[in-house]
Structure formats: structure tokens, C-alpha cells
């Protein structure tokens, strides 16, 4: 966990105590609906379809047990009894009310939590890996440097009125988990020939209705420089970036007009005179952020794994199953790290109630240094449990309904709030997660599907990051009904890439019949039980998939030409 | 940008009376006194504005890059930069680099939809005087400047940062 130091904390109080004030004035008629917009959505508050809805920022998505119990409280006392996992690692509660908003945020302050650029047009939340500081393919601790970040975009004078929202991810390791391909910024740290530590910086990517892979700007930069490079990007794109229409407005959107090339030569252009001014990080920069992260003295590997656990696998097959899905390796010898699955059967994806939080938070102190991730699939993760005690958490994540062995499985979808809660959406998003659910209850042929993203919006903004599902599934309104368009292909990961539209958009009542179908055709292409969806959509391309979903019978010419 | 609106005027945080006159492209000089001009009609008439005896201070379009400025503008004692929508970001742009690249020392201006809760970040980039939007109470945004007392990032107006205080409190204790 980072620990705020009194300036940290002073600078959060002093954010609470502003944005009372605001709201105050709001509500006194002193500021404007359009003014007051700009100003809540700065700190996350959203007028939505039934009420406000309230994002708390969970920077690179680490969170301490009391910080859980806190997202508890806040959902029992405020709320509606539950919170929301976010693809973007945050937590947001749905049922809020205006005038109660100052008095979380102080209650959120409290335990070093804030709402701070959560939405708008600014630099928002920085993401990291889930499993960062625990995973084996890692270079290094990105956290660090996340929250370096953090703190450079906090209140950032010059960039709080961006042409459009800004988004940087980190990832440090072999396997890209946060997705940062397909962020405004991604990060990655790296060594180049001669050991030094620095980045390779990715611009220009993006969901939404205009879905782009980011573009490689700089091969390698070096550790010192990441601050000055990344206000050299913001200058440009607050600059140059399109503000004369909200669909173009994103720095992708700038990259592509201007060329990769071109644009790289303004970063660096600006960067040239900005990279030996204060910028420029000093070694204790990082030493001071660094020192302030907890140290977890793990145990020797004989006593942190004393052979119960290998005992309880070959005694108890539902604790199997658990393991084989919801376990990943973590570098220390005798550790794993132990995902609490959101994605039960009846359960919106992601949602967690008052109770969950509280029992996740014991769970937390009892057996994981404190600590719980939010991972952007919308899982938790217990990132540092012991062997020994891996079959006591699962047997209590069990009783909470936290235990269903799907991580990476095809009910581990990922999906946004949806007509059922978002002002913007076209299409509900959680019934058919439910449908796709009822669909493929059998945990056996889920396994035998093996590793599946489903991915869904409820709308183009793609919030539930449909272009990179490996299915996508996006929500259309066609003259007042929900209609589904679905891709193929799509990858987060290393290997990047959008997914590519099958064909004609699905009725609601379709859609989870449609998967049904998409993964027929797959389990009788794949070449063997290793070759995954994916991998399998890539050899045989989409006409298989494509004759199944239609039937040959794609006379649908007017969806199409009107698409 | 027209007239001066009647909405007061804040300069180095206070309030102050409005010295200097928004003129069109198209409007007569004044016989005497302080006046803005748009760069437009700053580069047409340089000469005769020049000889005029009235102080000049000059409109930036905010889409100008104004590192490519510094030398024919220097020595005006004002320039206006646009805040056209107050979700209009680029003004903060061009102040900071004026300041910090440039070394601008006059009256950086904002005009537009300048209002209380954009007033702190605008000084922070390097912006010292303010035309308030109409229906801004003038005493409530000298508040604005107090709202935080803390910065993490460096910017134009030299503020010490949370890490530069970091670093001071690290030599200290050692």
C-alpha cells in the first residue's frame, strides 16, 4: 500500500472542502447545471439515469482492508447496500445522493481515498497491472511509478481542460494485463542494452466508437525522464487536439491526422525543451515514493507451504476446480495469488455488496498483508496468500458467493452498467451477461472451452471494452430496440488488435444463443484443447463463424448499408 | 472579443479597476491610454501603434503557437490570451510557455468565460490579471486562490512543489 504522507493527505482534505463549497453554491443557484458539470465530474459525480452515480479513484487498483471497509460503509450508509467494480480498476456506487457527495468524500478522505478526476476531461486514474509487485513475468514494481504519476497529474494546472478524458496505463511485465495498447498513454517499463531502466512510450490508443491500437513514440526513455516526456505529450494533445467535436477529440484521433511520425515529432520537439528543466526526476523522486509503499516480509516456503494444500486439492475437487481457475503463480516460493471472482450466477459483473466488502477486507488482514487489487476484468484479487491457508480463503470466499471457479472463463465477461443504469447506453448489458450465464452454467464445458473474453458495452462509448473482446458485444438501439453487434478477434494483450464485425446486429432474445453458436464453430475448428478461441478465430478466419451466426442467409443488405 | 464586459477585474489578486480598452479591428484609437489590440491588427499596423503613445497590450488567438512570438512581443506590457468556453484549455498552454519559455514579464490577461473555479490553475500556468465573466462576484473569486495550498506539480508561478519539499525534508533529516 502507498501511505499518504501529511501533504498527500492535507491536499485530498483541502479537494473535500472545495468541492463542498461548490456544491454548495450549486445548490444555491450560484453556479450553473452546465458549470457545476464540469466541475462534479472532476471529482467523479455523474447525474445518471435513476440518480448520481459517484466514482472513487482506486489508483493502479490497490486497496487496503480498511479502505474495503470503508467502500462498505459508504455502500450501506449511502447507497444501496453494493458498489461496482470498474473496467478501469475504480469503484462506483450508483445510488448516491447530491447532497450527501461532500460528506463521502470526507468519510472517503478519511482512509486516503478521493474521487479525484475519476471523469471529465483530464487525466484520470492511473491503471496497472493486477498482479503487479506478485507477478513472476515482472520487470519490475511499476507502482511506484504509477503513483509518481498520480501525483504529477493531481490537480495539474495546465491540463484540466483537455480537449477529451485522458488515459494512462502501466505495465512492467512479459504479458500486458492493463490492456495499455489501448489507452491515450501506455507505459512500459523496460532495460535497454546497457541495463539502464526506462520506458517505451505507446500514444494513441482507444475504445469507444472509433477503436485504435496506440502507436509506438519512443523506443526506450530513461527512468528519469517520464514526467517531463509525459507533459510533453498532454502539451501537445491540449494543443492540437480537436475541440470542435467530442467524437474526434481524443489525442488517438490526433495521432491518426497527423501521422504517427509527425506527431511523435511534436512530442519530442516540445520535449526537447522541456526534458532538462524541474522536470526532470531526481533518484530520491522515486526513493520517496518508493519508501512509502508497505514491505511484506513473506515466509520461507517451507512454512508459508506445508504441504496441506496439495493434501486439500487431491481430497476436495470443488477446491481443485477453484484452484486450477482462480489461482495465478506469484514469485515469491510457497505464494499465490487468489482471484475473488464477481462473476456468480445473479450477480451484475463486478458488483460486490457491503458484506463482500467487509468479509474481503478480513480476509485481506487475516491472510494477504492488508492489501486487495481491482483487477479492470472486475475481479478482486487476494494477491499474496499463503499456500497453507489458500483452502481457508477459499472456503470462506465460498460462503460469500466469491468463489466461482471462472477467472478467464467465458462467464469471466466483462460488461458496462448498461441501459439499466447509464444515461448513455443503448442497450442493457447485464441481462444478456445473465442469458450468456444461464447459457453456459456448465462449469465443465466452460473449462473445455477454456480461456474466452467476452467482452460487452451497452453502448459505442465501450466502457466494457468490446473491441478487444475475444467476443465483443456491443449494444445498438434499432427504432427503440436493443439490437447486438458482434466481433471477433479482438486482444487487450500484447498482441493487440480490434475485433472485426461479424455481420448484421442480433435481437436481445438472440444474442446468447448467438454465442452459443460462435462457440460451436470453435470447438469444432480448434485443432486440439490448447488452441484457444483466439488463436482459433486467427487460423480460420471469420467464415465459418460467419455461415453459423446467418446461415448464408445475409440478406440483411439494409442493417448493413446502414451501419 | 468586443467592449469589456462589466465584470470586475483581477490583477495580482486583487480587485482592480479595468485600465485597459478591448478594441475591435475595425474601432478608431483613443487620443490616449491603454488599449488591446488583436495580433491581427498588431502586425498590420505595428508602425503607427507604435508612434501612438497608448499603451498596447495584444490579443493572442489561443490556437497560436506563441514560442514563435517571443521576439515581436517582448516588450508589450500586456498580452490577452482567449478563454472562448471555459472547458477551453489551450490559454493555459500558451501562458505557461510564455512565462516559463519566453520569460514574458508583463500582465498575461485572461478574457472570456473567465470565471471563479478555473482562477487558481490559470495563476498557476502563469496568468495574473482576469476580465471576471458579468456575473461573477469578484470578491467571492479572491477565495478561488486559496482553495489549495499545496502543488505537486511545477508550473509558472514557482511555487515549491510537494517532492521539491520531499527533497528539502530528506536533506534535513539526514
Redesign the interface.
Known sequence: MYRY?E??Q??VG??V??FRD?TRRFLAGQLSED?FR??RLRNGLYLQRFAPMLRVAVPYGLLSAPQLRMLGHIARTYDKGYGHVTTRQNIQFNWPKLEQVPDILADLATVQMHAIQTSG?CIRNITADHLAGVAADELLDPRPYCELTR??A?????????PRKFKIAFSSSTLDRSATKVHDIGVHLVRNAAGELGYTIYVGGGLGRMPMIAHQVRAFLPELDLISYLEAIL?VY??HGR?DNIHRARVKVLVKSLGAAKFTEQVEAEWA?LKD???RL?P??IE?IRARFDRHSYLEAAAADDGSYVAHLAADARFAAWAKRNLRVHRQPGYAAVFVSLKASGIAPGDVTHQQFDAVADLAERYSFGEVRATHDQNLVLAEVAKKDIYAVWRRLSELNLATPNIGLLTDLICCPGLDFCSLANAGSIGVAQDIFDRFEDLDYQHDIGELKIKMSGCMNGCGHHSVGHIGILGVDKHGEEWYQVTLGGSAENDATLGDRTGPSIARADIAGAVEKLIEVYLEQREDADESFLATYRRVGMAPFKQRLYGGAEALAEDEAAA | MSAPDAGGVILDRRIVANEWLNLADDATLPAAGKVIVSLKRFRAERAGLDASGLAVGVRIPNTE?V?ALTLELSSQPLLAVEIPK?????A???A?VLR??CAYRGEIRAQGEV?R??L???S??GINAFELRADQDAQDCLRAFS?????????ADGAET??Q???RQ?AAAR
Do not use: I, K
Not at chain 1, 493531481?154 to 483537455?162: G, Q, V
Open positions: 504522507d501533504l498527500d492535507r491536499l483541502e479537494r472542502a472545495q461548490q458549470e464540469s466541475l476531461n501525483q504529477w493531481t490537480f495539474h494546472p495546465e491540463f484540466n481542460w483537455l502539451r491540449n494543443r475541440r525543451q528543466s524541474d522536470l531526481q530520491q523522486d520517496n | 503557437d514560442s471555459f472547458a477551453d484549455g489551450r493555459y498552454s500558451q505557461r516559463e519559455r470565471l473555479d478555473q487558481l490553475h490559470m498557476r500556468c482553495d489549495h495550498s499545496l502543488v505537486y506539480q511545477q508550473a510537494v517532492w519539499m520531499r527533497r530528506a
